[in-house]
């Protein structure tokens, strides 16, 4: 039965936040648990990130990720979410080659993983009419441009664009030709925060900030990196707002001193009989000689 009280965030409903001028507050989600929570927190957009391959199974970039990983983690992001909307992000090589396969591939995160839309990175010529046919059959697509990671091998490295006065004018232009492709939302990664800003002012539509500043409509970070979940050097524009890894540690390190020390389980963690039957088997025990 569906939860008449909940009411879910629908393309059009954060369009209308744009509108009112509030807030969009987006995070990722991988699994049940986490997208639970996240969707509970009051999330508008959980995003399946293809982050994934990085901060859930150990890759060193977002190149490896396959379609299928990725409708595997979307299935129970969907099944938890009951009012953010889910986003399944496209892998490297889920679009790149015929229309057709690509179109399939997107529909697959609808149709198999429950998502209501996908991201796809970059905004060449091909990428805008792949877009124009992915919301033709129906899929709602969230551009996403600036740091684009499954670029990384042509990049060289991850970093700030936009910084140059023609990459600037060239992310702006990007950003109007996704919109008139018709995506309905656009992730700006690590972009100056005044291209951001002048971007969300042409735009119609939402603009989701990742290292853009504080003038995109909404904002976006990764799940992990928001709860300190993995160690190593965070980006400049993470704000850690929690130490879960430390957290877990020291809990980890607890359970052992209490298993070694036998302090766990105790009385309180362990099943017991009633008197009368520990009797009962007690009287049955063979004696000792
Ligand atoms: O894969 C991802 O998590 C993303 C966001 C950081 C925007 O693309």
Redesign the pocket.
Known sequence: MPDHKIEPVTIPSLQTKKEKNEKIVAL?AYDFPVAKIVDEAGIDII?V????GMVVLGYEN?IPVTMEEMIHHTKPVSRAAKRGLVIG?MPYFSFHLSLEESVYNASRFLKEGGAKAV?IEGASKKRLRLIETLVEAEIPVMG?IGLT?QSIHHLGQYRVRGKAVEEAKSLIDEALNLEKSGIFSV?L?CVPDQVARIITEKLKIPTIG?GAGPFCDGQ???FHDLVGLLDGRLPKFVKKYLDLQGLISQALNNYIEDVKEGRFPDKSHSYHLKPETLRLIEKDKPRKK
């Not at 990130?49 to 994934?52: Q, Y």
Request: no cysteine; proline share 6%; glycine share 6%.
């Open positions: 990722t995003l990130g293809d982050s994934l977002t992000d991201k996403h990671p992730v990664e990742i976006i970070i990764v």
